[in-house]
């Protein structure tokens, strides 16, 4: 849909303009859009007005000099300089144009025409483009003062163009804009241009394209198609029994057309829909219309030709011989009492088909299966009792699983440093009450898990001056954070202050043990004791968690 701005009409009426001193014949003009009707004799709108630098003067209420130029033009042309004259008068009717000024109040006479100054005339070549420039003040003389009795007057004043015929008689063709003029300061303005929405006419154009169908005798038909298009188009059907020669389906104007209760002579038949407004038409693709037979129960009696021999179904699954001609083929299979779909079958090399019976057809009852073509043509059948399947049934299914993992072995949030004397120092001869070294994390989530060792080192204490205290005064008590993981610990036994150092351990992981990708959570407590010598000073070390694989 497109929206567009129009020119607001002018108001209602038949106007009529005498111009004064160019002859006295009138000629009746119906206000319109002279872009939408461009045969109307008079507007109110497609007009623009400019100061004598072009500039366009949108602006209500913008004041103009009486001596200012003014630019008249239309919207289809170059709308800064030019009209284009058969936008207000028919090609061919008028050959000579006058810019003019009426007074919309001032009745000639009763007679319902306009009396209009001319300001100057132009004979132009008939269906040119014209570039008038005009001021009120061209006017100096004529009927009634001229211009200045316009400007002593004051009030509404319409100032336009008139195509006009027999040498200015009769005018063909108005276009006019309303201004107010000022006399006591020679001055005038205009009144604004108003817009509105005008939705514009779109032909049709096709959105959903009908489908062919396929049903069987007796069954209805659906086709449904749909266009866009502004205003809304209407739609009709139409059918073909060649595709060439079409004819409407009678009362067929809606979306959908419903063909009802088919019929074999109709197969074949194609249908399109016609989509129209007042711009235009579309017509959509054409389909066909498919019917098969009607799915009837064979019998002895009417299919004994495609007959089988019944053979009981195992596990379920029934057989059907249809013929080595009918070899890798596929058929619709149906089973009565009550007809019912099983689907669509392949046949194999030797053009055997597999049916499988549902548990609702094993019921100790006779039923009938049947293969058909697609146009329902029945190919083979057989038909028997279906006995019960014997309890408690059994079958295998294979299940198959896939297990990843990241590959990821790491050691990971060792914290870079821990006071071991938080609050204040340690006495000589004392130990430190317990303080975290904070929570780490043990990843193993490798292809093959062999297990791991989780080993600490430390250095010996110094102080900056070079004081020495031996790295047994440090104490260290692995623990596991969270819950317990089977084959990951954390070392029994503490390390205390005042043992041996080596390289301990803090924590392993035996072979087979998982912390998956998430890892696990290890901290210790870590305590320190002052020899009972030790110089007064602050003393550093450093740990070394080493992660290494068995």
């Known amino acids: 849909m497109s929206i567009s701005k129009k020119w607001s009409a002018a108001a209602a009426g038949l106007l009529s303009i005498v111009l004064v001193g160019g002859g006295v014949a009138s000629a009746n003009a119906a206000p319109g859009d002279p872009i939408k009707n461009p045969q109307s004799n008079g507007s109110e709108g497609s007009f623009y007005l400019f100061d004598e630098n072009a500039e366009l003067s949108e602006t209500p209420g913008k004041v103009f000099d009486r001596f200012q130029y003014v630019f008249a033009a239309s919207d289809n042309v170059d709308y800064l300089s030019e009209i284009d004259p058969d936008d207000y008068a028919a090609a061919g009717t008028w ?7 009426a007074k919309p109040s001032e009745l000639n006479g009763g007679t319902g025409s306009w009396r209009a100054y001319a300001l100057d005339a132009a004979a ?17 003389g004529g009927n009634n003062g001229g211009i200045d009795s316009v400007f002593a007057a004051d009030g509404d004043w319409l100032v336009g163009l008139a195509f006009t015929t027999n040498a200015g008689v009769t005018p063909v063709g108005l276009v006019y804009r309303t201004v107010t003029i000022d006399g006591d300061t020679d001055t005038y303005t205009y009144a604004p241009i108003e817009y509105e929405d005008v939705v514009e006419d779109v032909a049709p154009a096709v959105t959903t394209q009908p489908t062919s169908a396929s049903v069987t ?4 038909a659906t086709f449904t198609a749909a266009a866009s298009g502004t205003p809304a188009p209407s739609v009709k059907w139409q059918s073909s029994t060649n595709g060439t020669d079409w004819s409407d389906v009678s009362g067929a104007t809606s979306a959908s057309l419903t063909v009802p209760a088919v019929t074999l002579a109709q197969s074949g038949a194609q249908y399109r829909a016609v989509f129209t407004n007042a711009a235009g038409s579309a017509t959509t693709n054409s389909v066909q219309l498919t019917v098969s037979a009607a799915i009837v129960e064979p019998t002895a009696a009417t299919h004994a030709a495609t007959q089988k021999t019944f053979e009981a179904p195992v596990n379920g699954v ?9 070899a890798n083929q596929q058929f619709k299979a149906i089973a009565w009492s009550a007809q019912t779909d099983l689907g669509t079958v392949t046949t194999n090399a030797a053009g055997v088909a597999s049916i499988t019976v549902p548990a609702a057809l094993q019921d100790g009852a006779a039923h009938t299966f049947a293969l058909l073509q697609a146009n329902n043509q029945v190919v083979a059948w057989t038909n028997g009792v279906i006995a019960a399947p014997e309890f408690p049934l059994t079958d295998t299914t294979a ?38 070294l904070g929570a780490f994390t043990v990843t193993d989530d490798r292809d093959n898990l062999v297990g791991w060792n989780l080993n600490a080192t430390v250095t010996e204490f110094k102080t900056a001056a070079g004081d020495i205290i031996p790295n047994t005064a440090l104490g260290l008590a692995p623990k596991k954070v969270g819950e317990a993981v089977e084959g990951i610990t954390a070392r029994a036994t503490p390390k205390a202050a005042g043992d041996e150092w080596t390289s301990t351990l803090v924590a392993e992981g035996a072979a087979n043990s998982n912390t998956v990708e998430a890892g696990t959570q290890f901290d210790a407590d870590l305590t320190f004791k002052a020899p009972a010598k030790a110089k007064k000073g602050t003393y550093t070390s450093t740990l070394t968690l080493t992660l290494s694989s068995k």
């Open 95 to 101: 050959d000579t144009v006058y810019k003019f000024i």
């Open 217 to 220: 005798e007796g069954a209805d």
């Open 399 to 436: 299940l198959t699983a896939s297990v990843t993992n990241s590959g990821k072995f790491a050691l990971e949030g060792v914290n870079a440093a821990v006071n071991l004397t938080p609050i204040e120092a340690v006495k000589r001869g004392a130990t430190t009450t317990p303080v975290p």
């Open 318 to 326: 029934l057989t059907i011989d249809a013929g080595a001609a009918n």
């Open 124 to 140: 132009g070549p008939n269906g040119g483009v014209l570039t008038p420039a005009l001021t009120l003040g061209d006017l100096t």
